[in-house]
RNA sequence: CGAGUCGGCCGGGCGGCCGCGUCGGCCGGGCCUGCUCGCAGGGCCGGCCGCCGAGGAAAGUCCGGACUCCACAGGGCAGGGUGGUGGGUAACGCCCACCCGGGGUGACCCGCGGGACAGUGCCACAGAGAGAAGACCGCCUCCCCGAGCGAUCGGGGCGGCAAGGGUGAAACGGUGGUGCAAGAGACCACCAGCGCACCGGGUGACCGGUGCGGCUCGGCAAACCCCACCCGGAGCAAGACCAGACAGGCAGCGUUCGAGGGCGGCCCGCCCGAGCUGCCGGGUAGGUCGCUGGAGGCGUGCGGCAACGCACGUCCUAGAGGGAUGGUCGCCGCCGCUCCCCGGAGCGGGCACAGGAUCCGGCUUACAGGCCGGCUCGUCCA
């Protein structure tokens, strides 16, 4: 799991992200990032749907977002966002090489590469 | 050896590195508590090390329980469920054995298997008639008309009949005889079937036998219904505790003449009872427990046809909370494709169905490939 202070958890910040966040999409990914102004670690969290495939695709697709996800972590802006990283059907079949060039694609779109 | 049938089991293996989670140990930091004042205990953060870390279906959430709360879990109605018999079990709609009916040469398989003389209802199409049913074609006596010498034939009518034909999934017994105008359980014999009595076997469903009776009145209960038995409700987001935040106001009903409540409905009984309801305003996303050792797995012995039970020994095997299993590399097994020196080489996200969430017992559904065993039939050999 993410530590605990990098945790997504509640549904208000899922749909502050979707909604009021910066977008960034690629082929199997689509990266939302909201800044926020309270003093609190960014937070990470990941939306997979049913269109991603069955259980057993959508918990192992989530795995490996999360894994990578949380190998960028110390990259990413430390004042504080709302990061949220929802898998696009294509996802499903893609492998894990391809989800890690798609998140470092996003994550450069949105201006988050490297710290500052 | 071939064909078949039933059951049990596995469901990729070994290893390296990085990462994740629970637990344990060690080190460091800072916090709280206690006192004999430098030690002890507790929890927090960081690092290192070690152990363990999804399934046979974890799935569908269809049954049954454990557990928790509703004071107790009471009666009746309504509602729901089950449905051959006996046993197993904590319990079941599950399992085992047997019975009955049907299928198969057989092993074996299939059956939502109580009641249709308690009542109501339905039986499409076809058909005259689908139930105290019915007469279309048909068969027959008699009467009338016509033809013929006549036997008889044709047409019509009052009646009788239900054997033969025809319809249908199904038409109220079958075969042979007596009988008759023609016929018919109208009567007789045997058989089938129904009912009753007795005898024998079985715990029982039921089976076998003997005698008698009236000769016989289909199907559907997954139509309503009747009978027997079972079911109080909600569910781990159950529930218990700790910490913390806030702000109350107005209206209605009520405090022994009692509001309201007791978690699906109604009535009764019983119990709790000083608050309850509506509107406006305000607050709330924290933590701990429940939480994994159990109707548990394995082995041996005993009882039982079996399901299963008992005794002894032995083992400990996930516990998250936006939810831990991901990545990568090597060797081997199996599969597919390509190549050729026919045995190897190369390529491949190839290797099914599928991911725990309180825990068990079942059922159902999905599933690449593979292993083991019992039994039956056929063929050949001894």
């Known amino acids: 799991m993410l530590p605990a202070e990098h945790r997504l958890r509640h549904r208000d910040d899922f749909t502050v992200a979707l909604k ?4 960034a999409g690629t082929r199997r ?3 939302h990032w909201a800044a926020t102004d309270r003093a609190h670690p960014t937070r990470v969290g990941f939306v997979v749907s049913k269109a991603v495939g069955g259980s057993v695709v ?3 697709t989530q795995r490996r977002l999360r894994h990578l996800t949380a190998d960028r972590l110390p990259g990413l802006p430390a004042d504080g966002g709302l990061l949220v990283v ?3 059907p294509a996802a499903g079949s893609a492998t894990s090489a391809d989800l890690a060039a798609d998140v470092d694609r996003g ?3 949105l201006g988050l590469t490297g710290r500052g």
């Open 20 to 23: 009021q966040g910066a977008r």
């Open 29 to 31: 990914l689509v990266l």
């Open 107 to 109: 994550l450069r779109r």
């Open 58 to 60: 959508r918990h192992r």
């Open 86 to 88: 929802r898998a696009l």
